[in-house]
């Protein structure tokens, strides 16, 4: 059965710090993983990784995939409050339609 | 990047009714939508994939008499609750693709409360 596993399942830094996130899978036919920040609403999309080994950059955010050890790291320097959010990482099951199957989300505060 | 739109944003009803929730791709013509349900502090659990012109696909423990799906067009998918009970009270997310990509793309969500 595929599975996204997530870690830590919730993290407090202060301002400043720089945090990691993880995401590890088990997925057939792995084509994608893809990085989402949870406010008060729906989730709003960061990255979708392909390839191994090529970071993906959105600011201070910053993501990279593992292919080969089925890991996805999504990282935050310089945090601030208006990080603290949940973050999912999810991968497509290609057999279903593209179907998302999320991790159980990190749970980000980034205290002032 | 695509929007979708989700309506209503929130909903109040009383325990018994029928509550219907629209999603739609605004500039992208969605082949696929999905439905999911969030619980507080919880990930988002896929609840059925809609597919334009056939009938949904349902997860394992998902009541299809009780989540009812329609995806009549390419830009539009509903999920009506029906005889929605306090414990039907959720955050429903629809989400949708299109054919030619694996991003998919989130409505706002809908907060239902039943009372």
């Known amino acids: 059965e595929d599975k996204v596993v997530q870690s830590p399942l919730s993290l407090v830094v202060h301002e400043g710090d720089t945090v990691t996130l993880n995401c590890s899978y088990e997925?057939?036919?792995?084509?994608?993983l893809l990085w989402y920040k949870q406010e008060k609403k729906a989730p709003t999309f960061l990255f979708m990784l392909?390839?191994?080994?090529i970071e993906k950059k959105s600011g201070r955010l910053s993501s990279i995939l593992d292919k080969k050890e089925l890991f996805s790291i999504l990282n935050i320097t310089a945090t601030q409050t208006g990080d603290s959010a949940v973050y999912l990482c999810?991968?497509?099951?290609?057999?279903?339609?593209?179907?998302?199957?999320f991790g159980a989300g990190t749970i980000l505060r980034v205290k002032s | 990047g695509a929007v979708v739109s989700q309506h209503p944003s929130w909903v109040i009803c009383k325990s018994g009714t029928s509550v219907k929730i629209e999603c739609r791709s605004l500039?992208?013509?969605?082949?696929?939508m999905f439905w999911y349900r969030q619980f507080p502090k919880k990930s988002l659990m896929l609840m059925a994939t809609s597919n334009e012109g056939s009938k949904a696909t349902y997860e394992q423990g998902v009541e299809k008499d009780k989540f009812l799906i329609n995806h009549a067009s390419l830009t539009l998918s509903t999920l009506t609750v029906t005889s929605a009970h306090p414990e039907d009270s959720s955050f429903y997310i629809c989400?949708?693709?299109?054919?030619?990509?694996?991003?998919?793309?989130f409505g706002q969500g809908t907060r239902l409360t039943v009372v």
């Open positions: 999810a991968v497509p099951h290609m057999e279903y339609g593209n179907k998302l199957v």
């Open positions: 500039d992208f013509q969605a082949t696929t």
């Open positions: 392909t390839s191994s080994g």
């Open positions: 997925v057939t036919n792995f084509r994608s």
């Open positions: 989400s949708a693709r299109t054919w030619t990509d694996t991003e998919v793309f």
